[in-house]
């Protein structure tokens, strides 16, 4: 065998030789790497306010030169006086909305405030603190039997036959009773509410 040969057989042999170990052996498995899956969030809660109740407001007082039903929850304080002082009337007798007393005779004079009239040409002013549609005065020794009228004005109203409100007063005015030691007897109507008040006037 020439020198050439003998390479080219050499090379051949190899060549075999390395073939063979490739086709014995195991492909080794190729892993693919983890898809990763997007996780769905969770929408968070939206905390969602409750009204709470609101605080009732209290009724409205009635302003001066208001017209219509009266929604004052109770008689009002009224004063008498004159041109110098006026004191705070005692209520009696009322029937206001669905609430009513009875007063059916008149206070001990000890029991009431004293009003002293310095001039009595000048007469008495009645005022309330809420506009009222009505008023009558009258004044006594004693008794309710013995009243005597002092005046009155305004216009009773009946919300059953009254077609038209009459319109409210803010104050009255009234001659004084004579020279006297008296107990004033006032009736006030407040549209469909009546109420009565006393006080106790001296006059010189």
């Given at each position: 065998?020439?020198?050439?040969a003998?390479?080219?057989?050499?090379?051949t042999v190899?060549?075999l030789?390395?073939?063979?170990?490739?086709?014995?052996a195991?492909?080794t498995?190729t892993v693919?790497a983890?898809t990763?899956?997007?996780?769905k969030?969770?929408?968070?809660?939206?905390a969602?306010?409750?009204p709470t109740?609101?605080?009732?407001?209290?009724?409205p007082?009635?302003?001066?030169?208001?017209?219509?039903p009266?929604?004052?929850?109770?008689?009002?304080?009224?004063?008498?006086?004159?041109?110098?002082?006026?004191?705070?009337g005692?209520?009696?007798?009322f029937?206001?909305?669905?609430?009513?007393?009875d007063?059916?005779?008149?206070?001990p004079?000890?029991?009431?405030?004293?009003?002293?009239?310095?001039?009595?040409a000048?007469?008495?002013?009645?005022?309330?603190?809420m506009?009222?549609n009505?008023?009558a005065?009258?004044?006594?020794?004693r008794?309710?039997?013995d009243?005597?009228?002092l005046?009155?004005?305004?216009?009773?109203?009946?919300?059953?036959?009254?077609?038209?409100?009459p319109?409210?007063i803010?104050?009255?005015?009234?001659?004084?009773p004579?020279?006297?030691?008296?107990?004033?007897?006032i009736v006030?109507?407040?549209?469909?509410n009546?109420?009565?008040?006393v006080?106790r006037?001296?006059?010189?």
């Amino acid at each position: 065998m020439t020198r050439t040969a003998w390479i080219v057989f050499t090379l051949t042999v190899a060549a075999l030789t390395a073939g063979c170990g490739s086709i014995g052996a195991s492909p080794t498995p190729t892993v693919a790497a983890p898809t990763r899956t997007p996780s769905k969030a969770t929408p968070s809660a939206t905390a969602v306010a409750t009204p709470t109740d609101s605080a009732t407001s209290p009724s409205p007082t009635p302003t001066s030169g208001s017209t219509g039903p009266s929604s004052q929850p109770g008689p009002p304080t009224t004063y008498l006086g004159d041109e110098t002082s006026e004191i705070a009337g005692q209520l009696r007798t009322f029937c206001w909305h669905d609430t009513c007393a009875d007063a059916f005779e008149l206070p001990p004079k000890q029991d009431l405030t004293i009003l002293v009239v310095t001039d009595p040409a000048a007469g008495l002013t009645f005022r309330a603190e809420m506009p009222f549609n009505r008023w009558a005065a009258s004044y006594s020794s004693r008794t309710m039997e013995d009243l005597e009228p002092l005046g009155q004005g305004g216009a009773v109203y009946d919300p059953d036959t009254s077609a038209t409100v009459p319109a409210t007063i803010t104050e009255a005015n009234m001659t004084a009773p004579p020279s006297g030691d008296w107990i004033v007897y006032i009736v006030m109507n407040s549209f469909e509410n009546e109420a009565h008040y006393v006080w106790r006037v001296q006059v010189p």
